[in-house]
């Protein structure tokens, strides 16, 4: 966000606190600023608001949240081959995911399971925290869980589950299902 301003955080941190700037404070004394809340304080100031703010050309954003790098580099090969008019945006842990969902506010996030330091329940369960909303549709892709862990899923509102045994073309076609449901909303 400071460097979208060109300021430094402790400038973006002040206009935070002054009420300046729509946001609030995490428990660990960050600071928090929703997308529209920033490309409105950087129109009402004159500034340019990146396409990633201002919903520029009408593309779908896409945050791929997988560890295993082949995995990753093939699944977004086979989005960019697919049919699918969207920007993907990849990270390969779970708060660089997290980081990523914030930025680009996407339509869509496509969530491994198992991550190096958050699992997918807990990604979600940030995303979902007091104060946050989740405008996206969360499809998580497995290599297998447990039972458990599927009824957490789908009582934190995750609609699909896809196991990376049934291909990738499986994943490609939930998420044409998923970005198919958000534009008929």
Known sequence: MARVCQVSPATVASWVDQ??????????????????????????HDMAVPAELDGGNGTDFVVVVEDDPAYLRALVLMVERSDLDVEVVEATNGVDGLLEIGRVQPSLILLDYVLPDLNAAQV??????????????????????P??????????????IVNKAEGMTAVVEAMRQ????????
């Open 147 to 160: 039972e458990e862990a599927t009824a957490r899923l789908l009582e934190m509102g995750v609609q699909v």
């Open 19 to 44: 009420g300046l700037l729509k946001g609030h404070k995490t428990p660990t004394g960050r600071r928090r600023v929703e997308a529209e809340d920033l490309a409105a304080f950087l129109r009402a």
């Open 178 to 185: 998923a970005l198919r449901r958000r534009k008929a909303a």
């Open 124 to 145: 979600i369960q940030r995303l979902l925290a007091p104060g946050r909303r989740l405008d996206a549709e969360v499809i998580v892709v497995t290599g297998g869980m």
